[in-house]
């Protein structure tokens, strides 16, 4: 339970890591919803999953085709 | 406000929010107890012209002096999350829950903490997140930790905005070596870093929270967390100037025991609604004023004398002193929109008696005010007054008098023997301490 909260609490960091500044003007709490979930445990990690996998899916296939772009420039 | 009673009128929503209230079992519970204000619904109080406006209407218990959160000490914002926390538990456990954190819904009926605002509760609409956790880090959790952790008195920060101190603003005061204290690197660090990260997104994420199967599960493992958090946190200050006071034999026994007398005899002459004890360190003669009063309000600008007074007095649940950080050279002004929302002290309820005792010379050499402005302050409270003047030949006086150049001039027993016979007609005299120090029984001019 534990360790799987840290996974949890690393998914909220390594979605820090892509931080733009931001410039916006007063923000109603979006963050503190979302860190609701990243506190949230097991069920947290679910909720995650379900919010994050289409755009880490998006991600794996947008660079499988630039993997594919790049090999092709090799031959 | 109307005949001694608090109304409140409530919307068509907000009415059936507050019958949904009042049939779950946690509100007969915290009801009982007084941790819930007293509440019925009631007709439209007499003379209202509010009737096409609100659907129905509330009658509140009146609390018996409003303080805000900038007032409080440490134990005492700590207790009043506690308890916003304690009510959250319970209304999740019912499915319904607090919709806002503030800080300003709980207020004090002596030692005791009371929650005020019932508009506060709803049901819980399924998928919905805690809308309330952002302001209860802002309102509680961040000026706790301030004081927990580096030391410094949430007050001036709370003072300085109705809104309390935010994760960004609190995590800009810590260092890296604070990201290891409990909580700090989850509710403060994360929290002002997922703000910065999400303050210009344009999607809908409450919709897509509740699409993505957020449930009250997550709710209640954050709150429980928080619980946890708050009730291990402690403000370690073990000295201050003032918490040491009573201990440092600045009287003889015998001259101890004719102030205590004095004091005594004042207050019961006549049963008093409400006395202000002002500079009460650690509350000995509040405790003596509340002998013959319906209800004390203690005040001292040192926090940790405040501290220790209301840890005594919540140790023994009491109901009738309620202790305030307050420094009277700066006491708490009219603030919030319009400085409406929230009152200055003197508006809150004025004294029939005023305790000043060995706070004159603090307040003319050490906050530099004339005497006479000090005096006709306390003269515009309207209520009588016990007052103690400690004199130049007094040791206290020369300490804050030291490195100090003595323009006091209106340092004078018989100025300030002037300056209070021209507000309060003089009653009882009595000399302690050699002279040095004199009690003054004046008596408000009708």
Same mark, same amino acid.
């Given at each position: 339970?534990?360790?799987?909260?840290?996974?949890?609490?690393?998914?909220?960091?390594?979605?820090?890591?892509?931080?733009?500044?931001?410039?916006?003007?007063?923000?109603?709490?979006?963050?503190?919803?979302?860190?609701?979930?990243?506190?949230?445990?097991?069920?947290?990690?679910?909720?995650?999953?379900?919010?994050?996998?289409?755009?880490?899916?998006?991600?794996?296939?947008?660079?499988?085709?630039?993997?594919?772009?790049?090999?092709?420039?090799?031959? | 406000?109307?005949?001694?009673?608090?109304? !409140?009128?409530?919307?068509?929503?907000?009415?059936?929010?507050?019958?949904?209230?009042?049939?779950?079992?946690?509100?007969?519970?915290?009801?009982?107890?007084?941790?819930?204000? #007293?509440?019925?619904?009631?007709?439209?109080?007499?003379?209202?012209?509010?009737?096409?406006?609100?659907?129905?209407?509330?009658?509140?218990?009146?609390?018996?002096?409003?303080?805000?959160?900038?007032?409080? =000490?440490?134990?005492?914002?700590? #207790?009043?999350?506690?308890?916003?926390?304690?009510?959250?538990?319970?209304?999740?456990?019912?499915? $319904?829950?607090?919709?806002?954190?503030?800080?300003?819904?709980?207020?004090?009926?002596?030692?005791?903490?009371?929650?005020?605002?019932?508009?506060?509760?709803?049901?819980?609409?399924?998928?919905?997140?805690?809308?309330?956790?952002?302001?209860? =880090?802002?309102?509680?959790?961040?000026? &706790? $930790?301030?004081?927990?952790?580096?030391?410094?008195?949430?007050?001036?920060?709370?003072?300085?905005?109705?809104?309390?101190?935010?994760?960004?603003? =609190?995590? /800009? %005061?810590?260092?890296?070596?604070? %990201?290891?204290?409990?909580?700090?690197?989850?509710?403060?660090?994360?929290?002002?870093?997922?703000?910065?990260?999400?303050?210009?997104?344009? /999607?809908?994420?409450?919709?897509?929270?509740?699409? #993505?199967?957020?449930?009250?599960?997550?709710? @209640?493992?954050?709150?429980?967390? &928080?619980?946890?958090?708050?009730?291990?946190?402690?403000?370690?200050?073990?000295?201050?100037?003032?918490?040491?006071?009573?201990?440092?034999?600045?009287?003889?026994?015998?001259?101890?025991?004719?102030?205590?007398?004095?004091?005594?005899?004042?207050?019961?002459?006549?049963? +008093?609604?409400?006395?202000?004890?002002?500079?009460?360190?650690?509350?000995?003669?509040?405790?003596?004023?509340?002998?013959? *009063?319906?209800?004390?309000?203690?005040?001292?600008?040192?926090? @940790?004398?405040?501290? /220790?007074?209301?840890?005594?007095?919540?140790?023994?649940?009491?109901?009738?002193?309620?202790?305030?950080?307050?420094?009277?050279?700066?006491?708490?002004?009219?603030?919030?929109?319009?400085?409406?929302?929230?009152?200055?002290?003197?508006?809150?309820?004025?004294?029939?008696?005023?305790?000043?005792?060995?706070?004159?010379?603090? $307040?003319?050499?050490? *906050?530099?005010?004339?005497?006479?402005?000090?005096?006709?302050? &306390?003269?515009?409270?309207?209520?009588?007054?016990?007052?103690?003047?400690?004199?130049?030949?007094?040791?206290?006086?020369?300490?804050?008098?030291?490195?100090?150049?003595?323009?006091?001039?209106?340092?004078? %027993?018989?100025?300030?023997? +002037?300056?209070?016979?021209?507000?309060?007609?003089?009653?009882?005299?009595?000399?302690? =301490?050699?002279? !040095?120090?004199?009690?003054?029984?004046?008596?408000?001019?009708?």
């Amino acid at each position: 339970m534990k360790r799987l909260l840290n996974v949890v609490m690393l998914a909220g960091f390594c979605l820090l890591m892509s931080e733009r500044p931001a410039h916006a003007y007063l923000d109603a709490g979006t963050g503190a919803m979302i860190l609701q979930v990243l506190l949230g445990g097991i069920a947290g990690a679910v909720v995650i999953f379900r919010l994050y996998w289409r755009r880490f899916l998006a991600l794996f296939s947008n660079r499988r085709a630039e993997d594919d772009a790049l090999d092709t420039s090799k031959t | 406000m109307r005949d001694g009673s608090v109304f !409140r009128g409530l919307s068509q929503q907000a009415s059936t929010e507050w019958d949904a209230l009042t049939e779950t079992r946690f509100f007969g519970r915290f009801s009982a107890d007084g941790r819930l204000v #007293a509440t019925e619904k009631v007709d439209a109080p007499a003379a209202t012209n509010d009737t096409e406006r609100w659907v129905s209407f509330l009658r509140h218990e009146r609390i018996p002096f409003i303080s805000y959160p900038y007032e409080w =000490c440490f134990g005492m914002l700590k #207790a009043a999350a506690l308890l916003q926390l304690d009510l959250l538990l319970a209304a999740l456990a019912e499915d $319904m829950i607090l919709k806002d954190s503030s800080a300003f819904n709980v207020q004090w009926v002596g030692a005791e903490p009371v929650f005020i605002d019932m508009a506060s509760f709803e049901r819980l609409s399924p998928g919905d997140p805690w809308v309330g956790y952002r302001q209860f =880090c802002e309102m509680f959790l961040c000026p &706790l $930790m301030l004081q927990a952790y580096k030391d410094v008195a949430f007050n001036a920060w709370m003072r300085g905005s109705i809104d309390g101190l935010g994760p960004s603003d =609190c995590y /800009r %005061l810590f260092s890296m070596r604070d %990201l290891l204290r409990p909580g700090v690197l989850k509710h403060v660090f994360l929290q002002a870093k997922l703000e910065a990260r999400y303050a210009d997104t344009e /999607r809908d994420v409450r919709d897509d929270l509740r699409k #993505a199967g957020f449930t009250k599960e997550l709710i @209640l493992t954050n709150v429980r967390g &928080l619980r946890r958090l708050v009730a291990r946190m402690d403000w370690r200050r073990r000295e201050s100037e003032w918490s040491e006071y009573v201990d440092c034999g600045h009287y003889e026994r015998v001259d101890q025991q004719k102030k205590i007398d004095f004091v005594r005899d004042v207050v019961s002459m006549r049963s +008093r609604r409400l006395v202000w004890d002002l500079g009460c360190n650690t509350g000995t003669f509040s405790r003596l004023a509340a002998e013959g *009063a319906d209800y004390v309000v203690a005040q001292d600008g040192d926090h @940790l004398a405040i501290e /220790r007074f209301w840890r005594s007095l919540s140790a023994e649940g009491n109901r009738k002193i309620l202790p305030l950080v307050n420094n009277l050279a700066d006491p708490s002004p009219a603030l919030g929109w319009r400085g409406r929302e929230r009152q200055a002290l003197e508006q809150r309820g004025t004294p029939d008696l005023v305790m000043c005792l060995a706070l004159v010379h603090h $307040m003319v050499i050490t *906050a530099n005010l004339p005497m006479r402005e000090f005096v006709d302050w &306390l003269a515009s409270l309207g209520g009588d007054l016990i007052i103690e003047f400690v004199t130049k030949d007094d040791p206290m006086v020369h300490t804050l008098l030291r490195n100090k150049h003595d323009n006091y001039d209106d340092y004078d %027993l018989e100025f300030f023997e +002037r300056c209070l016979a021209e507000s309060f007609e003089i009653g009882r005299r009595e000399l302690l =301490c050699e002279g !040095r120090r004199i009690m003054y029984h004046a008596l408000a001019r009708g």
